[in-house]
């Protein structure tokens, strides 16, 4: 299946800074990718759709201003958490669709684990 | 109502068992599903499509009833290493991907 790597895997960082995610997919183009965060026993909830050359689409109640999104290249998105907090601890995970088949299939990326002291 | 619903479980079975899940959508255009296996701290892996005649993977089978708007994905002879969260997620249309809430199985020697 197609590759999407993140980078880092984990951070651990002081409330107050910022803290910036990649995303790549390895060995597909991807216009968009996805960003998901995922709080300890509970589902993935998608936060914003990051798109190529345009603004990233956000989910309701996801701050777009304290978390940034670039999709700055076919194989290359970035979130930025910035101010980072303790309730921002969580588990990040991109994912980008590739074609398989004819359909369009999620492959996600090994996801990053935040932590704000 | 949800775009997916599933019922988060858990399930509990022993070593052997066979076990089912549904997953119901909404969206009645909604054009490919999806099954993944997501284990603990880890992210989630595709672990099938699910086409319109169903399809089997070895001990794993899926199956789409479009009429009733539902996938299911049943297990026989579970394995402990079959424990994990399955998520069902359903592509309506383009880059949409709605995902269910996943249902948390446990497989007991």
């Known amino acids: 299946g197609a590759v999407v790597s993140q980078h880092p895997s984990r951070v651990i960082c002081k409330s107050g800074t910022s803290v910036k995610i990649e995303c790549r997919s390895l060995?597909?183009?991807?216009?968009?990718m996805f960003w998901y965060r995922q709080f300890p026993k509970q589902s993935l909830m998608l936060m914003a759709t990051?798109?190529?050359?345009?603004?990233?689409?956000?989910e309701q109640g996801v701050e777009k201003d304290k978390f940034l999104i670039n999709h700055a290249s076919l194989t290359l998105s970035t979130l930025t958490v910035t101010s980072a907090h303790p309730e921002d601890s969580s588990f990040y995970i991109c994912?980008?669709?590739?074609?398989?088949?004819?359909?369009?299939?999620?492959?996600f990326g090994p996801g990053t684990r935040l932590t704000v002291l | 109502r949800k775009e997916v619903e599933q019922d988060p479980g858990p399930f509990n079975v022993p070593e052997g068992a066979t076990v089912a899940f549904n997953c119901t959508y909404s969206?009645?255009?909604?054009?490919?599903f999806f099954w993944y296996r997501q284990d603990c701290r880890k992210e989630p892996k595709l672990l099938m499509s699910?086409?319109?005649s169903g399809n089997e993977d070895g001990r794993f089978t899926a199956q789409l009833n479009r009429a009733s708007q539902y996938i299911s994905l049943l297990i026989r002879d579970s394995k402990l290493s079959d424990s994990a969260t399955y998520l069902c997620?359903?592509?309506?249309?383009?880059?949409?991907?709605?995902f269910g809430t996943g249902t948390s199985l446990t497989v007991i020697p």
């Open positions: 994912s980008a669709p590739t074609e398989q088949d004819a359909t369009d299939t999620q492959y």
């Open positions: 060995d597909f183009q991807a216009t968009t």
């Open positions: 990051s798109n190529e050359g345009s603004k990233a689409t956000y």
């Open positions: 969206n009645s255009a909604s054009q490919s």
């Open positions: 699910v086409y319109s």
């Open positions: 997620v359903v592509n309506p249309t383009g880059n949409q991907f709605y």
